[in-house]
């Protein structure tokens, strides 16, 4: 079983999701340091439980999961399968890392009980435009470098 990474908190780290541009962008003390295309939900946006749409808003990464996971591996429950996704296909799968959001806002409060993750996929074709079931999709090996690169506490804006 793999645990949540015990990194702590870095105040001075944050991630900012925009919609319109399907980017990820990670920020160090002001600073852009990297910036990954994702693809959020297909279904638009909002915070109704079972929506599958991606809330918007002010979030915390509040648990991380799949440290020294394969690229590929398929989650279920946050747990790896010990099965390796292949490319494409309709079914959405969580692959190869898991940063879980927690909403800090009254109007996405419900974020983590939805089970809204920024996590790899096998669709990434579909990356840089909206594709997902609410979450925030990456490419694989893009998501491991995010996952290595955050710590959990990390704040989170998404914006429209």
């Not at 990474?5 to 399907?22: G, V, Y």
């Not at 439980?49 to 946050?78: A, H, N, Q, Y």
């Not at 799968?93 to 993750?117: F, M, P, Q, S």
């Not at 074709?125 to 690169?149: F, T, V």
Request: proline share 6%; hydrophobic share 30%; net charge negative.
């Amino acid at each position: 079983m793999i645990s949540p990474s015990p990194k702590k908190s870095d105040p001075l780290q944050s991630i900012l999701i925009d919609i319109n541009r399907q980017t990820l962008d990670l920020h160090h003390a002001g600073q852009l340091i990297a910036t990954y295309q994702v693809s959020s939900s297909r279904f638009g946006l909002g915070s109704e439980e079972g929506s599958f749409r991606t809330p918007l808003g002010r979030f915390r990464v509040c648990e991380k999961f799949g440290d020294g996971s394969p690229p590929w591996m398929i989650f279920k429950g946050r747990l790896p399968t010990g099965k390796i996704a292949i490319p494409g296909g309709e079914h959405d799968h969580v692959l190869t890392r898991i940063l879980w959001l927690d909403g800090l806002d009254e109007a996405n409060h419900n974020t983590k009980d939805r089970y809204i993750y920024i996590h790899g996929t096998n669709q990434e074709d579909l990356i840089g435009s909206p594709a997902s079931h609410g979450c925030i999709r990456l490419k694989n090996l893009e998501m491991i470098d995010l996952y290595d690169r955050v710590e959990i506490g990390t704040e989170v804006h998404i914006r429209p």
